[in-house]
Structures are given as structure tokens and as C-alpha cells.
């Protein structure tokens, strides 16, 4: 008998009258291990197999040695015992057989969501060696039958709650959905009719090791098990499998009606062994009672999900368009693979897209919808964005090219549609009609956290909508980053409000305003933004109407933004000033990309726009820095062009406005020193700034330019710059705009190469060597450059083109006549020219005055001489340049002072010519020896020939001999091409003292002309002045000319002066013109000088020594023995 914890068992039955009770009231529910539940479950038990097999050696070590010991003792004591032992295994008593525990054993327990399951082994032997089921039957005839008898598994359940407080609680709960809720209904009527067809058993006690309960918990498993017992119908029979006090619940009577027999029959097939196989081998029944099994052990509640659609939305859309009497297309079918429904230009109308919409309600996972050119209305527009509100996946909208208009209903909806659309990103609303009236809209802009992209072109919002837009973008809310406002016919206000909003806004990158017509005002308000904005990237105002002026700011602004990328500019009436300011921002590097065309201006428009490199045409200024972009930027110019020596600035004044009523405060008089402006009084520096309110006066003055390659300019601006010229599509248009690129620029011959490897394919050559020739600073390069590139056919027909003097021109050998037509502007760039070099000699001159005189011919040390505008004569100053004239016809002389015994550095790096070299030159040039005779088609080679001499000589020096031979290639009697080589040639002659020996080789003519061209005292030798003269009184260098000669006569008065019968008669003396007030000023003399006879060598130089100082070569002239007068040429 047991003892201690097994003592309950005590009253039990033998398992023989146990067992044969069974058979009669309850068939014993089996697990099929053959089926996939089974084998699920025979999977998770085999390591417990294993544990209880070790368990069971173990127990039978201790057995067997308790037993052997048992047996000595019984041996001893009682005899029978030892029979009992040595009897069969069936026929042991069952004292016997409860220490072995190889029967019924209890091996574990295996909870699901609704039952508890016990696994208990029939035989432990049998069940852990399969071989022994076999022993004592027949395997012949009925193998299958014997194995399935013989390896049974019994499985006892006890049902289990989710609740373990309450019982209802399955009724109760709403954790599961309604599918696994109708599951756990079916299984809980499982329950209920296993109570119903069996009767309830007490099943026998295992080994109390292996039931892992303690007292308290058993308690607490029958009181819950009562408690879902009570809540049963009454009628039920009930049975409690955990209950240790009570074995059999006596049922309660069943009504057998007929729907109760119905249900039990119905029950009863769903409960049988055949049928739970059945159902249990679906996988999905299988996998979901493990489920419920984890949900419930855990009591973590399932993740609702939202139940599928009844239709489908094509299924939707079908139905819809049935019920509307339309035609159903396949619209969903055009959904990509990355799901963007694409029905742009289906002609859908308003009635087929409220249908859609329907559909597109319940369409999952739409990022992008475009329903571009849909013949929609506001109707179809409203149904689309109503249906589409709470998408949160919708990414991309396109409603362009539709009727959305002014209507306030629509447009409120689509504002609401924005707030119900958190991750939108894009929206397209062009060509829909949209007016002022969308304030809602530009409201829904401001706030929405995601929206980067928002296309407004081709509609009508005005300048109300600009301000709309603008408060829009000076929010701090605001994403939007791309904005496209072009064809909107905002005008001033509305491009002002932008621009203000533009100083602040910090998102925006890409923003177009083409199309709108707003003007200048507008554009400087958004150009004052770029000197703050550090997001903008893209900016187009292409057609804007814009002028030169807001070229000006424009120009300035782009280059102090290093992020702006790109400017587009195009079709804008900029003229010749604001392309130029333009282009000259892109020469000096900037990182912006400039789209830019050309339109010819009129002379008062041009004169009317700031030129930054000409400031004196507008002085003088009044500005106001605080109010005016325009007027800041001015200021800023003028500074900029008096630090570089440009202009010059005076009367400078800036005076203080205290506001609201802009009263006249502190006048501050300003100096500019050392690149810098202060004050007059305190010397404390003045900045210039845009906060500063008050008016600055200033006047400027024009002073020529240094000589010298543009500092401001990069090779890769220049490059960017040809590219913009490149991009325009007429051959006129590229010409127009490198003429105008090209006006101000010195640059060196490297850079000068650039225009013609860039643009050789897309101009013509001719026309790109005439527009970049007077840019070349360094001479001496001309004639290469111009033989590299042109033919000499081609030589010929730029002369033609442009003029001679375009091709003729050099800085380094100027001298010459010259007649410029100042409307063409690269006539206008060589009047520039020969002001700078005019100023450059000219301050040589007055530096060496105390060694040789003043050779000019108004006593002012130009260089200029009779010079006729419009054929009026006038004098040449720079006050000419103040107000440079946009057109007229400029005509000059210019002779050049500059000579090698000056020891400046050209002549330093000059050198005299071989006559080796001057054949070369003579070689490479084309020229030849000519007779008097001159056939007609050749008359343009040699006017080519002498302009490609000028350049030749230019930076070297040669003699009196070699410009006698140079004299002999050209004609004496054909178009003066014999003085113009003479003219060519005056800069470079050494040993200008023989210069006598040249001229006399001109024609009487050409001589006369060479005189008046180049004047007497820049080309006579003082010991040769025996020749007539004709001379205009007015002219400083002719009184000088006369001063000397008296002079002259007064050392010697054997020398004579004889004057012509007109100055005879109009009562001129030679011999009252001693004294230099004695000369007359006006009016013209004429006279011939004459040398006293045999006064030669020595004697004549002694004589004329004092006068030498008069003479442009009076360097070479003062040498201790008079020169040699070679006359074997």
C-alpha cells in the first residue's frame, strides 16, 4: 500500500475492475500519431520521451536493487511473497505493479487555447520498444490492425479558459478577431458535446513526481473548472477531470427533441475520431490552433487588421460606370509598377472622373496621380481631392491643363486636400485658369510640411496673387522649393513682394517669374534679395520687359551670390549696356550660368542706363541707398570704377534722413583716398550700405584707363562668356553680343585666341578677328595673329567690311590719320584706344620737358591733331569722353612721341632691325617692287601690305636707310600708300635727325600732308629747315615753329625769311616777331626759310645749337659732333 501523498488512492479500484469500467462508459479518445497534429505533437514530446526513459532506467536500477533486497528479506520472512514475484507480469499483483509505474503513466501535459491535453502511455515497455507489441499475435493476416492496436498514445483533455478568474471570459473578450472568435466558438461546442456523449472517468493517478502540481494550484484549477461548469446549460452531463473529490457528476436529463437529436448528430460527426483526424490534417487548422495556443499563452492581443474591400477597385469603378450608363475604358490599367496612374490627355470630362474617383478611394498604395488635359471642371477637380483626402502615401498630383478657375468652393477643397495629404510633395496646377482669388490655396502652401515642388504657370493671379505668394514664401513654414510661376502676368507689386520674400525665404532653389511683364522695378527688388539669399539656385526672368538698368543690378547682384547656378535672361530689352554689364559679370568667373539675348537699342535708351565703365555720361547723382536697389548699386559702381582708375569722383556728399518724414539731417562731405571713401572732416571711413538712410550726391568725371590686360577677367569666365555668345542661334545676334563683350576688355593675345578656337565654327572668322583685334594689348603679336588666322583674302574683305582702320590699328605704333565712326562700336573701343594712349605719352612729355619742348599742337602735350568731329574742328580732351557722342564721324591725326632715347621700357625692349630682318618683314607682308603703274586689283593688296607694315613695326626700330627701302614697295602716285608707309614707319625710326632724307622722296603733296599730319617740330632737324612753309597761326606748335626760326635768324642774320605775297599783303613782319607776344594768333602765314650760303658742319651746328630744344628728337641732336648727311640713297 502507498503512503504519504499517495494515500487518496487508497479506496480506488483495481485497474483490472477500472479498465473494464471504461470500456463499458467511455471509448477512449485517441490522437492519431499518423496524422500531421500527431506528428506535431509527437515531435515536441520526444525530448521528453527521452527524459522519462532515463528516468525510468533509473527508476528500474532502484527498483531492482529494492526488490532483490525485498527478496532476501521475504525469503526470510514469508515464502509466499517470493512466489509472487516469479509469477507472469499479467498475474503480478498490483502492489507489485505500482512500483514498477510501467502502466498508465502520465508523461506530459500540452495546453491549447482551448484544452489541456495529458499524454499517458498504456505501457511504458511497450511504448519506449516497439518490438515488444508485437509478441503473442498473429502477423500474418492482420498486421496493420495489430500495429494500430498495439502503439496507441491516449491523450486526456481538460478544456481551458482564456480567464482563469472568470469562465464567460471567451464570451467576453474581444482580443480575437472574428475568425479565430468563430474557431473558439467551435471548439468550446466541441466541448459541450464531448460532455455530452461521454461519460465523465476519473483517470488514474500517475507517479506524483511527474504531476508537477502542488495542492494550492490544484485547488485553484477545480474552482475555475466549477465555475465554467456552472455557466453550461444545466441539462448537460459534467465532468470534472481535475477534481480529485469527485469522479462522476451525475448528468442531468436530456430533452430529446428534434432539433436537439439534429444538433447532437450534427455534433457528434464533427466530434468523432475520423473527423478530428480529418480536420486537423488542413495545415491551416493545424497552424491555427498553435497560434491561439501562443496567443493565449502570452494574452497578447492580435494586430487588427482592416478587412479587405467587398469589391475590388476596378471592381468599383465597373460597377460605377454601369450605374452611370457610361463605358467603362481600362483606366487602372495604366498603373505603373511603381504605382503612378498616368491619365494625362484621356478627355475623361467631369462625369467618367467623379466615377473614378469612386474608385480611386479604395486603389491601395497610390503615390502618383496625373490627370493632365482631362476636360475637368471644378466639379471633377473637387470630387478628385475629396476622394483622395487621408492618402498618406500619395506623394505626386498633376490637375494641369483642367478648368479649376476662380471657383471658391473647388479651390477651398483642394486647399483642404493639402492638409489631408501630409507627404505630398508635387503639385501641378498649370494652365488651369487660376486667378487672384486663391488666397485659401497660397495658405495651404505656407504650412504644408512636405510640399517641395508647385507648378502655378500659364494662369492669371496677378499682382494680388504675386503678394500672395509672396507672404507665402516669407513664411517660416514653407517648403516648397521648386516654384514656377511663369505666364502669370504678375506685374511690379507682385514681383516686389516676392523679392522682399526672398530675403528671408530659405528653401527656396528653383524659381521661375518668365512671362510676367513686371518690369525693372521688380527685377531690382529681386535682384537686392541675391546679396543676401543663399538658397536660390535658379532664377529665370526671361521676358520681363526688363531694360538696360536692371541689367545693371542684375550684373552686380550675381556676382557677390556664390550660389546661384542659374540666370535666365532671355528675350529682354537689356541693349548694349545691360549686355555688357552682364557679360562682363560672366568674364570675371562667376559660378551662375546666364542665358542671355540681344536686342539693339536706340542712342536715348543707351544714354539713359548707368555704364558702369563710362560712370560721367549720367553724372551728376542724387541717390537714395535705403529705398532704391537701383541707386545702391550705383553707388557701389562708382566706387568700384574710381578705385580702378575709371573716373574720377567730386562733390561727394551723403545727407542723412531722420524718418517717418524723411527730415534733412547731418550733411557728411566725403573724400575718396586710398580706395577707400571717408569723411573730409572726422577722416573716419563711410561704408556704404543699404541700411543707410539719407541721399548721396556725387559727380564723376572721365580720366583714361591704364593701359594694361583686364585684372577682373579669368580665362574661365571668358570661356563661360563665348559660351553664352555661342548659345544664341543668328550669326547676327553672336556678332551683335561680342561686339558689345568686347567694347572694354584688354586682354592679352593667349586670351585673344580664345574667341577664335571657341567660336571658328559657328562665325565667321572675319567677323571674329575684327571684333577681338583691338582687345590685344601686346603689339607686337598683331601681325602673327592676324597672318595665323586670316588669308590674305580674307585680310581684304575685313578691310572692306569694318574699314581700314580696324585691321590697321596697333597700340604699340598709332600713328597715323584716323577717321572713326562713333555708332560703330568697335570705332568707339579705338577712340577709347587712343585716349589712353594719348594720356600715357602725354605724361612722358611733360616728364621730359626739360629736355625736349612741347611738340604738340595746341601746347597741352596731346598728341591729337586736327581734330574734326562731324567735320567741325574741335580740341580733344577728356571731357570729350564725359559725354562720348553715340555717333558721328571723329577724325584725327595722331602722331606718336614716344622715342628709344626716352628709356622707357618699350624702348628698352626694343631693338633695331637688320636689313636681313626688314626683307623678312617685307617677305611675309606680300609686298613688292612696283613701277609707277599700279593695275586696279592690286590697289587693295597694297593698301592691305602698308596696314600689315604698321604692325610689323610695331615694338622694334629701324633706320632712316631701311624706311628709304620700305618707301621703294610702295607707289609714290597711288592713293598715298608711299606717305602712309612713311607714317607707319615715324615711330620707329632711330636716327630721326636724317629724317629730311625720307620725306624727300614724297611727292610735293604727300610731303605737304606728312607735315600737316605729323607737324613740323616732331619731324624736322633744325640744321635742315631750308623748305616753304604754310602755316596756321592759331596753332600753339606753329608760333613755336616761327619763335625758332626768328630765333634762328637772330644768331645769324645772314639767314633769311622771305614771306609770300598773301602775308605780305595782309601785313605781316617777320621782324616785329621777335618777342613771343609779338606773334600773331590767328590767320595764316606763308614763308620760305633760307640758309645763309656755305654755312655748313660745325658752324651751322654751332649756330642752331640753342634752338634744338624745341625739336622731338633733341636728344639725338645734342651729341658733341653734328651727325653725317648721307645722301648716297
Request: aromatic residues 6%.
Amino acid at each position: 500500500m502507498r503512503s504519504g501523498k499517495h494515500d487518496k488512492v487508497r479506496n480506488l479500484p483495481s485497474m483490472e475492475e477500472h479498465a473494464a469500467s471504461v470500456a463499458q462508459l467511455y471509448t477512449k479518445h485517441t490522437l492519431n500519431h499518423k496524422t500531421k497534429l500527431g506528428l506535431a505533437c509527437l515531435a515536441k514530446l520526444q525530448p521528453i520521451f527521452s527524459k522519462h526513459a532515463q528516468k525510468a532506467k533509473d527508476k528500474a536500477a532502484i527498483t531492482a536493487a529494492t526488490a532483490s533486497a525485498t527478496m532476501t528479506a521475504a525469503a526470510q520472512a514469508s515464502p509466499q511473497t517470493m512466489q509472487d514475484f516469479h509469477l507472469p507480469l499479467d498475474q503480478q499483483p498490483v502492489r507489485v505493479l505500482s512500483k514498477l509505474k510501467a502502466q498508465d503513466v502520465p508523461l506530459t501535459t500540452l495546453e491549447t487555447t482551448d484544452h489541456t491535453w495529458h499524454a499517458i502511455v498504456d505501457d511504458m515497455a511497450k511504448f519506449m520498444y516497439p518490438s515488444l507489441n508485437l509478441e503473442g499475435h498473429d502477423l500474418t493476416n492482420n498486421l496493420e490492425n495489430v500495429v494500430k492496436e498495439t502503439n496507441r498514445l491516449r491523450w486526456q483533455r481538460a478544456p481551458q479558459f482564456q480567464n482563469p478568474v472568470d469562465a464567460t471570459a471567451v464570451l467576453h473578450h474581444q482580443r480575437l478577431t472574428d475568425a479565430e472568435q468563430h474557431k473558439l466558438n467551435f471548439d468550446h461546442k466541441l466541448q459541450v458535446a464531448e460532455k455530452m456523449l461521454r461519460l465523465a472517468f476519473v483517470s488514474p493517478s500517475g507517479d506524483v513526481d511527474e504531476m508537477e502540481y502542488d495542492g494550492a494550484t490544484r485547488r485553484r484549477k477545480a474552482q475555475h473548472h466549477r465555475t465554467a461548469c456552472q455557466a453550461m446549460p444545466s441539462f448537460y452531463p459534467l465532468h470534472d477531470d481535475n477534481d480529485e473529490n469527485a469522479a462522476v457528476v451525475v448528468s442531468a436529463s436530456i430533452t430529446r427533441t428534434l432539433p436537439t437529436r439534429t444538433k447532437l448528430k450534427a455534433l457528434q460527426s464533427q466530434t468523432s475520431e475520423a473527423a478530428k483526424t480529418l480536420h486537423y490534417a488542413d495545415k491551416r487548422h493545424m497552424l491555427s490552433k498553435w497560434s491561439q495556443l501562443q496567443v493565449s499563452r502570452t494574452h497578447d492581443v492580435p494586430r487588427r487588421t482592416s478587412p479587405p474591400p467587398e469589391l475590388s477597385p476596378r471592381t468599383l469603378y465597373f460597377e460605377a460606370c454601369t450605374d452611370a450608363s457610361l463605358l467603362p475604358e481600362p483606366l487602372l490599367s495604366r498603373l505603373t509598377p511603381d504605382r503612378a496612374l498616368n491619365l494625362g490627355h484621356f478627355g475623361l470630362g467631369d462625369t467618367k472622373t467623379i466615377v473614378l474617383a469612386k474608385s480611386l478611394a479604395q486603389l491601395p498604395n497610390l503615390f502618383a496621380l496625373d490627370l493632365t488635359d482631362n476636360r475637368l471642371s471644378h466639379q471633377g477637380i473637387s470630387s478628385i481631392v475629396q476622394h483622395l483626402r487621408g492618402r498618406h502615401e500619395l506623394q505626386a498630383v498633376n490637375l494641369s491643363e483642367n478648368e479649376l478657375g476662380d471657383h471658391g468652393g473647388c479651390i477651398r477643397n483642394v486647399a483642404d486636400f493639402l492638409a489631408a495629404v501630409p507627404h505630398l510633395t508635387h503639385l501641378d496646377l498649370s494652365h488651369t485658369n487660376l486667378t487672384d482669388a486663391f488666397d485659401a490655396l497660397a495658405a495651404a502652401f505656407a504650412v504644408h510640411g512636405h510640399l517641395v515642388s508647385v507648378n502655378l504657370s500659364n494662369n492669371d493671379i496677378g499682382d494680388v496673387g504675386g503678394q500672395l505668394l509672396g507672404t507665402t514664401l516669407a513664411a517660416s513654414t514653407c517648403a516648397i522649393r521648386d516654384l514656377d510661376l511663369s505666364w502669370n502676368h504678375i506685374c511690379q507689386a507682385g514681383a516686389i513682394a516676392i523679392g522682399r520674400a526672398l530675403h528671408t525665404n530659405a528653401c527656396v532653389h528653383t524659381l521661375n517669374l518668365s512671362m510676367n511683364q513686371f518690369g525693372d522695378a521688380g527685377a531690382h527688388e529681386i535682384a537686392a534679395a541675391l546679396l543676401v539669399n543663399r538658397t536660390l539656385q535658379r532664377l529665370d526672368l526671361s521676358r520681363n520687359n526688363l531694360t538696360g538698368s536692371a541689367a545693371v543690378t542684375l550684373s552686380y547682384c550675381i556676382r557677390h551670390n556664390p550660389t546661384l547656378q542659374h540666370l535666365g535672361l532671355l528675350h529682354n530689352a537689356f541693349g548694349s549696356t545691360g549686355t555688357k554689364a552682364l557679360l562682363r559679370s560672366v568674364a570675371r568667373g562667376i559660378a551662375c550660368d546666364v542665358s542671355l539675348s540681344h536686342s539693339q537699342d536706340t542712342a536715348s535708351i543707351a544714354d539713359a542706363v548707368f555704364d558702369p565703365f563710362f560712370p560721367a555720361a549720367q553724372s551728376p547723382f542724387e541717390l537714395r541707398l535705403d529705398t532704391s536697389p537701383y541707386d545702391y548699386v550705383l553707388a557701389c559702381e562708382l566706387v568700384h570704377a574710381a578705385v580702378a582708375r575709371r573716373c574720377e569722383l567730386f562733390d561727394m556728399t551723403f545727407t542723412t534722413l531722420t524718418p517717418p518724414d524723411n527730415r534733412v539731417g547731418i550733411v557728411h562731405d566725403l573724400d575718396l583716398i586710398d580706395d577707400r571713401l571717408i569723411e573730409r572732416t572726422s577722416r573716419r571711413p563711410f561704408e556704404l550700405h543699404r541700411r543707410n538712410s539719407g541721399i548721396l550726391r556725387v559727380s564723376a568725371r572721365y580720366i583714361p584707363w591704364p593701359i594694361q590686360e583686364s585684372t577682373d577677367v579669368t580665362t574661365n569666365g571668358l570661356v563661360n562668356m563665348i559660351k553664352v555668345i555661342k548659345d544664341r542661334i543668328s550669326t547676327r545676334e553672336m556678332c551683335a553680343m561680342l561686339e558689345v563683350a568686347t567694347s572694354d576688355m584688354f586682354l592679352s593675345m593667349d586670351r585673344v585666341g580664345l574667341f577664335v578656337e571657341y567660336l571658328g565654327g559657328s562665325m565667321d572668322v572675319v567677323d571674329i578677328v575684327a571684333r577681338i583685334l583691338h582687345c590685344v594689348v601686346d603689339g607686337t603679336q598683331l601681325l602673327s595673329f592676324v597672318l595665323e588666322n586670316l588669308t590674305s583674302r580674307e585680310q581684304n574683305r575685313l578691310m572692306a567690311s569694318h574699314g581700314v582702320v580696324v585691321l590697321q590699328f596697333n597700340p604699340f605704333n598709332p600713328t597715323g590719320k584716323w577717321s572713326l565712326d562713333l555708332s560703330d562700336p568697335i570705332h568707339r573701343k579705338l577712340a577709347l584706344w587712343f585716349s589712353m594712349i594719348n594720356r600715357d605719352e602725354a605724361i612722358t612729355s611733360q616728364r621730359l620737358v626739360h629736355q625736349r619742348g612741347n611738340t604738340s599742337q595746341r601746347g597741352t602735350f596731346a598728341n591729337f591733331r586736327n581734330e574734326r568731329f562731324n567735320g567741325t574742328t574741335f580740341e580733344w580732351t577728356d571731357r570729350f569722353f564725359d559725354m562720348l557722342p553715340r555717333k558721328g564721324m571723329l577724325e584725327f591725326d595722331y602722331v606718336s612721341t614716344t622715342r628709344p632715347e626716352d628709356g622707357n621700357e618699350t624702348a628698352q625692349k626694343s631693338h633695331v632691325m637688320s636689313e636681313a630682318e626688314v626683307n623678312e618683314l617685307l617677305e611675309t607682308i606680300g609686298a613688292e617692287l612696283w613701277t609707277e603703274y599700279v593695275p586696279q586689283h592690286k590697289r587693295l593688296d597694297l593698301k592691305r601690305q602698308v596696314v600689315l607694315l604698321q604692325h610689323g613695326l610695331s615694338g622694334v626700330y629701324v633706320t632712316v636707310d631701311h624706311v628709304r627701302m620700305l618707301m621703294q614697295y610702295f607707289p609714290k602716285s597711288t592713293d598715298n600708300l608711299r606717305l602712309k608707309a612713311v607714317l607707319a614707319a615715324h615711330r620707329s625710326i632711330v636716327d630721326m635727325e636724317h629724317f629730311d632724307l625720307v620725306y624727300e622722296k614724297l611727292v610735293p603733296n604727300d610731303r605737304k600732308a606728312m607735315f600737316t599730319i605729323l607737324g613740323y617740330m616732331n619731324t624736322l632737324n633744325p640744321l635742315h629747315v631750308d623748305m616753304d612753309y604754310e602755316l596756321a597761326m592759331h596753332h600753339v606748335d606753329h608760333r613755336a615753329l616761327v619763335k625758332t626760326l626768328v630765333e634762328m635768324i637772330a644768331a645769324d642774320p645772314l639767314d633769311l625769311i622771305k614771306l609770300d605775297d598773301e602775308s605780305i599783303q595782309d601785313g605781316w613782319s617777320i621782324y616785329s616777331m621777335f618777342s613771343p607776344s609779338s606773334l600773331p594768333t590767328t590767320g595764316r602765314m606763308g614763308f620760305r626759310y633760307i640758309t645763309r650760303a656755305n654755312k655748313v658742319g660745325n658752324e651751322l651746328f654751332e649756330s642752331r645749337r640753342n634752338t634744338f630744344h624745341a625739336f622731338l628728337f633733341a636728344g639725338r641732336l645734342r651729341q658733341d659732333t653734328p651727325p653725317p648727311h648721307d645722301n648716297s640713297l
